[in-house]
């Protein structure tokens, strides 16, 4: 099934996103600097990453436990 159509793995694959977007900004951060058309939403993806930092890792959190064991 398409990660588009399970609500589950949609999820992963957003937490997922906003996590690997934030750590590129973090460690090259001129890949991420046009704020425009794709690089534009992966600059959106790595701000929300930056900003609601604990948030997204409890999020992570819950969504690695209900991965691993449901």
Known sequence: ???LFNFSAFT???LLTICTCA????KAP???????G???????FARVGERLSP????ACLFM???V???
Do not use: E, Q
Not at 23 to 26: A, F, N, P, Q, T
Not at 38 to 44: E, N, P, S, Y
């Open 1 to 3: 099934m398409s990660a």
């Open 12 to 14: 992963v694959v957003i």
């Open 23 to 26: 750590y590129v900004k973090g």
């Open 30 to 36: 001129s890949l991420l600097n046009d704020r425009t």
């Open 38 to 44: 794709f690089k534009g939403l992966l600059w959106k």
């Open 55 to 58: 948030w997204v890792s409890i």
């Open 64 to 66: 690695a436990v209900s």
């Open 68 to 70: 691993v064991f449901f």
